[in-house]
């Protein structure tokens, strides 16, 4: 099993940065690749981006693209998520995802496809 923890989130005006990190625990060893994912009040999660763990390879939401960047320490097994030009329907709770099956990278945004997920943390951003 692995166990996922985000932190970093808070409270941003407009056009700030924030950075989240995911931390993976347990059987890391087994994670194919890790995403992220965002919930707004109201809405269906989605998803923001996922990077590999292996290569570092990323793909991201058009949404974010740009403005937000993915990477991770492989030794630490933790994940990072910088977003820059916050806006403010950027407010949402960020979730972090990781999974051990391989597909093409044209299928990380499948958020049923991930196995495990952490318990999210809240980002705000006021205008």
């Known amino acids: 099993q692995v166990q996922l923890v985000e932190s970093g989130g808070g409270l941003v005006t407009a056009g700030g940065s924030l950075r989240l990190s995911c931390a993976a625990s347990?059987?890391?060893?087994?994670?194919?690749?890790m995403g992220w994912f965002r919930q707004a009040p109201g809405k269906e999660r989605e998803f923001v981006g996922a990077?590999?763990?292996?290569?570092?390879?990323?793909i991201y939401a058009d949404s974010v693209k740009g403005r937000f960047t993915i990477s991770r320490d492989y030794a630490k097994n933790t994940m990072y998520l910088e977003m820059n030009s916050l806006k403010p329907e950027d407010t949402a709770v960020y979730y972090c995802a990781a999974d051990r099956n391989y597909r093409p990278a044209t299928r990380w945004d499948m958020l049923s496809e991930y196995e495990y997920w952490g318990q999210g943390t809240q980002v705000t951003v006021s205008s």
């Open positions: 347990g059987r890391t060893s087994i994670i194919y690749v």
């Open positions: 990077i590999s763990r292996s290569t570092g390879s990323t």
